[in-house]
C-alpha cells in the first residue's frame, strides 16, 4: 500500500479560457473541478492503475468535505483529519495553447492540536504502507520542519519515503534521509542555492543531494522530460507530449508512475515520464489511467551533461 500524506490539499478550480490579459475581463470555455493537493493526485492516479492506496489530509469546512466527495468516485479511500478552518480553493488559468497560470492560496491556519492529530494519523499508518509519499506546501501553523518529522516517522515503522515539496522544508526534509525527492528544476536550484543552466548542473546538484544522504533523486524538467540519480546510475528521459492541455500535476502524476513501476532505475524512469507526458494532455489536473500511458514512447538515455535548460521555468 502507498500512503500519501498533503499537510495542504485543496479543492482545484481549472478555467479555460482562450487567452489571458492582465486587468481584462475573461468569459471562461469550461470549468473543471478535481481534488487537489499533491499527494491528493499520487493517490488519484495509483487508484487509476489498481494500486492499494490511501490519501491521508487535513479537511475543513464545505471545500474539504467536497474534496472527500469528489475521491469517492475516483475510489480512492481517505483519512480526514477534521481542522477548523476550511480547506483552501486553488484557481488554474488554463490558454488555448495550454499555457498555465496557477494561483494557490496559503490554505487554513492549523492549530498545534491539528498538527499533531495529522503526525498521528501518519504514524498510525506508516507501519503498513511499502512507501509513504509526503508533499505540497505547509499551511500556516505547521513547523517548516513537517515534512521532515514525517520522513523519520515513516523511516522507523519501516516504509520508504518519498518528498516532493519546495524551499525550506524541502532542504529540510532531505536531511531527514527519505528515500526518494522529486524536485522539478527550480526546486532542485532552490537546494542548488543558484541557478541552473544544463543537464551537468542537474547531475552535479542530484549527486551533492544523494551524497547528503537522500536514496534517489528524480527531477522533473516540464517539457524537457525527467532526470534520475540513484545508487546505481543516472538517466535522461524524454516523452512526447502531442498536445498540451493543463500541466497541473504533472509532476504528481510522474511520481505515481515511478512508485507503481516494478523495477526500479531506468525502468521506474521510463514510467515516471510516460504519467507525466500523459497527465499533460489531460484537462485540469485530472489524473492518467493505466491506458493513456505509453512507456514505449519514452525514450531514455544517458545524460548529456551539455543539454542547455533554458525555456524551462525555475
Ligand atoms: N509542456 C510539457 N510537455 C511535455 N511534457 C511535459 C510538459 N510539462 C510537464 N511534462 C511532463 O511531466 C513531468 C512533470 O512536469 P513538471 O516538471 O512540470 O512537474 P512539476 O513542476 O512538479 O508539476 P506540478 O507541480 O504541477 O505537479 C515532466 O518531467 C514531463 O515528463
Ligand atoms: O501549493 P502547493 O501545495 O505547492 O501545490 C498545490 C497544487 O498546485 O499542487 C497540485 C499540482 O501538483 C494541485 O493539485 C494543487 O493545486
Same mark, same amino acid.
Given at each position: 500500500m502507498?500512503? +500519501?500524506? +498533503?499537510?495542504n490539499p ?7 479560457i482562450?487567452?489571458?490579459?492582465? %486587468? ?9 473541478l478535481d481534488p487537489?493537493?499533491?499527494g ?5 492516479a ?6 492499494p +492506496?490511501?490519501?491521508l489530509?487535513?479537511?475543513? %469546512? ?8 469528489l475521491?469517492a ?19 488554474a ?7 498555465t497560470?496557477?494561483f494557490?492560496e496559503p490554505?487554513p ?11 498521528s494519523?501518519v504514524?498510525?499508518?506508516a507501519g503498513?504502507?511499502g ?6 506546501s505547509?499551511?500556516e ?8 518529522r514525517i520522513v ?10 518519498a ?18 525527492v522529486?524536485p522539478?528544476?527550480?526546486?532542485l ?6 541557478? $541552473?543552466?544544463? $543537464?551537468g548542473?542537474?547531475?552535479d ?31 535522461y ?5 502531442t498536445?498540451?492541455?493543463s ?5 504528481d502524476?510522474m511520481?505515481?508512475?515511478? $512508485?507503481?513501476a516494478?523495477?526500479?532505475?531506468e ?9 507525466g507526458?500523459?497527465?499533460?494532455r ?9 491506458d493513456d500511458?505509453?512507456?514505449?514512447r519514452?525514450?531514455?538515455?544517458a545524460?548529456?551533461?551539455?543539454v542547455?535548460?533554458s %525555456?524551462?521555468a525555475?
Open positions: 502507498i500512503v +500519501t500524506v +498533503t499537510p485543496s479543492l482545484d478550480r481549472t478555467v479555460q482562450d487567452r489571458l490579459t492582465a %486587468g481584462s475581463v475573461h468569459r471562461a470555455r469550461r470549468v473543471h487537489g493537493g499533491k491528493v493526485n499520487v493517490a488519484r495509483l487508484a487509476a492503475a489498481g494500486v +492506496t490511501l490519501a489530509l487535513p479537511s475543513g %469546512g464545505p471545500e474539504g468535505a467536497r474534496i472527500a466527495e475521491l468516485p475516483e475510489a480512492v479511500p481517505v483519512v480526514e483529519v477534521p481542522v477548523s478552518a476550511p480547506t483552501r480553493s486553488n484557481l488559468v488554463v490558454e488555448s495553447d495550454g499555457t497560470s496557477k494557490n490554505g491556519e492549523l492549530t498545534a492540536a491539528e498538527v499533531a492529530a495529522l503526525e494519523a504514524a498510525d499508518r503498513r504502507a512507501w509513504l509519499v509526503t508533499s505540497g505547509l499551511p501553523g505547521c513547523p517548516e520542519d513537517l515534512h521532515a523519520r516517522a515513516a523511516r522507523a515503522a519501516g516504509a520508504g519515503v518528498v516532493d515539496t519546495s524551499g525550506r522544508p524541502l532542504e529540510l526534509a532531505c536531511r531527514a534521509a527519505p528515500d526518494l522529486k522539478n528544476l527550480a526546486e536550484a532552490g537546494l542548488a542555492g543558484g541557478p $541552473l543552466r544544463d $543537464l548542473d542537474v547531475l546538484v542530484a549527486h551533492r543531494v544523494r551524497a547528503d544522504g537522500v536514496g534517489a533523486v528524480l527531477v522533473s524538467l516540464g517539457r524537457l522530460g525527467a532526470v534520475l540519480v540513484d545508487g546505481t546510475g543516472s538517466w528521459a524524454t516523452g512526447v507530449a498536445e498540451v492541455r500541466t497541473v500535476g504533472a509532476g502524476a511520481l505515481a508512475g515511478f $512508485l507503481r516494478s523495477d526500479p532505475g525502468a521506474a524512469l521510463r514510467s515516471a515520464v510516460a504519467y507526458t500523459a497527465a499533460v489531460l484537462a485540469g489536473s485530472r489524473m492518467p489511467g493505466p500511458v505509453h512507456p514505449q519514452v525514450r531514455v538515455d545524460v548529456d551533461r551539455t542547455s535548460l %525555456g524551462v525555475a
